[in-house]
């Protein structure tokens, strides 16, 4: 069941990035990430099709990422939030992405921006390595067998004192099956959010 549920996240994403290329679906693209309050700014700092819309958070904009800083992208999509920590972090700095998507940080031209294709739940980095941790809707993609081993890979990468800036629906009261079942909503970051309370 996991793995299915990687492979039609894996999917759907691509999908939506294989048909990024429309210039009205661009200013979509562009108002989502504005309404996540990515500025003008950051946009404007991106590779084409960097940004895709899929936000619902910033991680970015509230992680006080600081020069020098070695921060890890739980999943990076497209590439939008490593590569504006990239920026951040600056030369003596490195942002590392989790996923598929090595063309956007190439066109980008930022050393110090890598991707690494792993699973969330199993990251080939050393342990006490990562000083802040950034996840934007990847976590409630994770299925829900899965997600407790993210939290631990999550722990065991940090430096003493690092800390995590996550971007992430979460339920306030637990999902019924007819949500929680419904793949359509579980790719669209709403069926595998983590109750509020746990």
């Known amino acids: ?12 994403y691509g999908f939506v990035a294989k048909y990024s290329d429309n210039i ?19 946009l404007s700092a991106l590779p084409e099709k960097a940004n895709l819309g899929l936000s619902c958070g910033n991680p970015v904009g509230f992680a006080n990422l600081k ?14 939030d490593v590569l504006l920590a990239a920026r951040k972090v600056g030369r003596n700095g490195q942002a590392i992405g989790i996923d598929m998507t090595k ?15 792993a699973n969330v739940n199993c990251i080939p980095l050393p342990d006490s390595s990562i ?19 993210v939290f631990k890979e999550i722990d065991r990468l940090l430096k003493p004192g690092g800390r995590v800036a996550i971007g992430d ?11 929680t079942k419904n793949m359509a909503l579980y790719v669209g970051c709403v069926a595998g959010a983590s109750h509020i309370g746990l």
């Not at 069941?1 to 759907?12: A, Q």
């Open 169 to 179: 629906i979460l339920a306030r009261k637990p999902l019924p099956d007819t949500i």
């Open 67 to 80: 020069e020098g800083e070695t921060v890890l992208d739980l999943g990076s999509g497209s590439g939008i």
């Open 24 to 42: 009205q679906h661009r200013e979509v693209e562009k108002n989502i990430a504005r309404a996540f309050s990515y500025t003008a700014e950051d």
């Open 1 to 12: 069941m996991s793995g299915d549920t990687y492979n039609l996240v894996r999917s759907r």
């Open 131 to 149: 000083d802040c941790i950034i996840n934007n809707c990847v976590i409630n993609l994770v299925p829900a067998t899965d997600k407790e081993t």
């Open 103 to 117: 063309k956007n940080i190439q066109n980008a031209g930022l050393s110090n921006a890598k991707i690494i294709e």
